[in-house]
C-alpha cells in the first residue's frame, strides 16, 4: 500500500459521519483508492489456505463453518503464493498508526462505554473472510474485548447489496448484552441493512446494545470482506 492509498483511507475513515441511532455507527463507500481494490481482488486467496471460524475462535464447532477465516497474524499467512501482499497490507493495518487514529476519532463515543480508555494496552487484528452460502449471524453486541470493529466490503460487484450487515433493537426496550451470546432474530426488530457493495466499510463502536448479524445468505456468490477489530487486554 503507497503513501497515497493510505492517505485516501485515512481521508475516508477520517471523515466519516457518524450516526447515533440505535448505537454509534458509520457506513462509507469507496474507502480504498480504486487501484488498491483491484489488487486486494486479484490477491483474495483460494478457500483452500483458509479455515472454519471454529478452528480459530471459540465459537460452536458446526454452527458456523460456513464462515472461513485466515488472520494477517496467523503463521499460515506464509503459506499464500501471494504472502508478500497480505503481509504488506498487515503491516499498514496492525503496525501503522491506524488503530491510535481510530481510537482518537471516536474517543468520545468509546469513554462511554471504556472511561479509562487511555490506561488500557490495546491492539488490532485483521482476518480475510469469506462467507458461504446458508452462513447466518444472529444478533449479538459482539465480544466483551473490543472496541472498535470495521467490516470492510470486498465484492466484485454490487449485485447482492443485500447481503451486508444488518442492526437490530430488541423488542424488549430495555434489554442490554455487555457482550457474547448470539440471540434468536424473533427477539429483535432489525433496523436497517447496509449494502453490500464493493469497496465500502460498515463500522461500529461496540457497546452494551450494538446487536448486529447476517441474514441468512441464499446467494450462491461468496460474502468477502476483511474484518477489523480494535481490542483491549483483558
Given at each position: 500500500m503507497y503513501l497515497e492509498d493510505e492517505?485516501?483511507?485515512?481521508?475516508?475513515?477520517?471523515?466519516?459521519?457518524?450516526?447515533?441511532?440505535?448505537f454509534p455507527h458509520f457506513y462509507v463507500e469507496n474507502v480504498f483508492s480504486h487501484d488498491f481494490y483491484k489488487k486486494i481482488q486479484l490477491n483474495l486467496p483460494d478457500e483452500s489456505y483458509l479455515f472454519k471460524i471454529s478452528d480459530k475462535r471459540q465459537v460452536p464447532e458446526g454452527v458456523y463453518d460456513e464462515r472461513l477465516v485466515l488472520s494477517l497474524d496467523d503463521e499460515d499467512l506464509k503459506l499464500l503464493p501471494n504472502a508478500e501482499f497480505w503481509?504488506?497490507?498487515?503491516?499498514?493495518?496492525?503496525?501503522?498508526?491506524l488503530k491510535n487514529f481510530l481510537i482518537s476519532k471516536f474517543k468520545d463515543f468509546i469513554r462511554h462505554t471504556h472511561p479509562d480508555i487511555g490506561s488500557y494496552k490495546t491492539y488490532s487484528e485483521i482476518l480475510i473472510v469469506k462467507d458461504k452460502k446458508n452462513y447466518a449471524l444472529g444478533p449479538h453486541t459482539d465480544s466483551t474485548k473490543k472496541i472498535l470493529t470495521l467490516l470492510f466490503y470486498m465484492p466484485e460487484d454490487n449485485s447482492d447489496e443485500n447481503l451486508g450487515t444488518s442492526i437490530y433493537i430488541p423488542k424488549e426496550s430495555k434489554f442490554r448484552c455487555l457482550g457474547g451470546p448470539h440471540y434468536d432474530r424473533s427477539e429483535f426488530h432489525r433496523v436497517y441493512t447496509f449494502p453490500f457493495k464493493k469497496n465500502s466499510v460498515f463500522g461500529f463502536v461496540k457497546t452494551d446494545n450494538s446487536f448486529h448479524g447476517v441474514e441468512k445468505i441464499d446467494s450462491v456468490?461468496?460474502?468477502w470482506l476483511l474484518l477489523y477489530d480494535i481490542k483491549y487486554v483483558i
Amino acid at each position: 500500500m503507497y503513501l497515497e492509498d493510505e492517505l485516501h483511507v485515512s481521508y475516508k475513515l477520517g471523515n466519516a459521519e457518524v450516526n447515533y441511532f440505535p448505537f454509534p455507527h458509520f457506513y462509507v463507500e469507496n474507502v480504498f483508492s480504486h487501484d488498491f481494490y483491484k489488487k486486494i481482488q486479484l490477491n483474495l486467496p483460494d478457500e483452500s489456505y483458509l479455515f472454519k471460524i471454529s478452528d480459530k475462535r471459540q465459537v460452536p464447532e458446526g454452527v458456523y463453518d460456513e464462515r472461513l477465516v485466515l488472520s494477517l497474524d496467523d503463521e499460515d499467512l506464509k503459506l499464500l503464493p501471494n504472502a508478500e501482499f497480505w503481509t504488506l497490507l498487515k503491516k499498514q493495518f496492525l503496525t501503522g498508526g491506524l488503530k491510535n487514529f481510530l481510537i482518537s476519532k471516536f474517543k468520545d463515543f468509546i469513554r462511554h462505554t471504556h472511561p479509562d480508555i487511555g490506561s488500557y494496552k490495546t491492539y488490532s487484528e485483521i482476518l480475510i473472510v469469506k462467507d458461504k452460502k446458508n452462513y447466518a449471524l444472529g444478533p449479538h453486541t459482539d465480544s466483551t474485548k473490543k472496541i472498535l470493529t470495521l467490516l470492510f466490503y470486498m465484492p466484485e460487484d454490487n449485485s447482492d447489496e443485500n447481503l451486508g450487515t444488518s442492526i437490530y433493537i430488541p423488542k424488549e426496550s430495555k434489554f442490554r448484552c455487555l457482550g457474547g451470546p448470539h440471540y434468536d432474530r424473533s427477539e429483535f426488530h432489525r433496523v436497517y441493512t447496509f449494502p453490500f457493495k464493493k469497496n465500502s466499510v460498515f463500522g461500529f463502536v461496540k457497546t452494551d446494545n450494538s446487536f448486529h448479524g447476517v441474514e441468512k445468505i441464499d446467494s450462491v456468490k461468496n460474502r468477502w470482506l476483511l474484518l477489523y477489530d480494535i481490542k483491549y487486554v483483558i
